[in-house]
């Protein structure tokens, strides 16, 4: 509970540095800014940062790009997002800088993705049972000003005490495991499947944000890039 404010406030600082950094410095104009993602959590995690931005999501059919390596897999995906909010963004004769991401979960030498049926999903609660797993995170920046852009993976290793029966029964009857890789919600208020995966999760210290999805200690590196 002590540790909550200052949480927030450190969230709200790095926002605030980074905001600055979208400011021209040859003109002074504020750039845009743009999510090219849908995702609740990932624009609950900027939003609780502080920054500004613009929801663009790219529509892309992640199916037809494959790789067997999690963190090829998740770059490319990052990439095709970014590619294809810039192609809009130049069709409507306008730009911003791109924030496009991507993740899987790794576990067993064994990408998942999220679950497509209440019988996948219980698998892969099930899995935990066997081994621990790791998020891979690929995050990219795409400046359209200058036509520079950068990419970095981040993988966590996460500890995972095993679910009972009754609680994998209750994450499965939570229609957010099912927008999440692994079927493991994270940070997710009112959610009974995120309040029991926290639980079960031993994630590293401050690493949190990058389980969720979107790691800002390596938004802040592609920034200053």
């Not at 991507?102 to 993705?113: C, F, G, R």
Request: some cysteine.
């Amino acid at each position: 509970k002590f540790l909550a404010p200052l949480y927030n406030v450190l969230l709200l600082s790095i926002g605030g540095i980074m905001q600055n950094m979208l400011i021209d410095n040859q003109n002074g104009n504020e750039r845009n800014l743009v999510l090219a993602s849908e995702s609740p959590f990932r624009k609950q995690v900027l939003i609780d940062a502080g920054y500004e931005f613009k929801i663009m999501p790219a529509h892309i059919n992640e199916k037809e790009i494959r790789s067997e390596s999690p963190h090829t897999l998740t770059s490319a995906l990052a990439q095709a997002k970014g590619v294809e909010i810039v192609r809009k963004l130049q069709s409507m004769e306008s730009k911003a800088c791109i924030i496009s991401s991507d993740q899987v979960v790794y576990w067993n030498n064994k990408i998942l993705e999220k679950p497509e049926s209440r019988m996948e999903a219980r698998q892969q609660l099930e899995n935990y049972r066997i081994s621990n797993l790791a998020t891979v995170t690929a995050v990219q920046v795409w400046n359209m000003y200058n036509g520079k852009s950068a990419i970095e993976v981040e993988e966590v290793e996460i500890k995972v005490i095993p679910f009972s029966d009754s609680e994998i029964s209750i994450i499965l009857d939570d229609p957010y495991t099912y927008r999440c890789c692994g079927a493991l919600p994270c940070g997710i208020p009112n959610s009974p499947a995120s309040a029991i995966v926290a639980k079960h999760q031993k994630i590293p210290s401050g690493k949190l944000n990058s389980v969720i999805g979107m790691p800002l200690d390596v938004l802040q590196r592609l920034f200053h890039q």
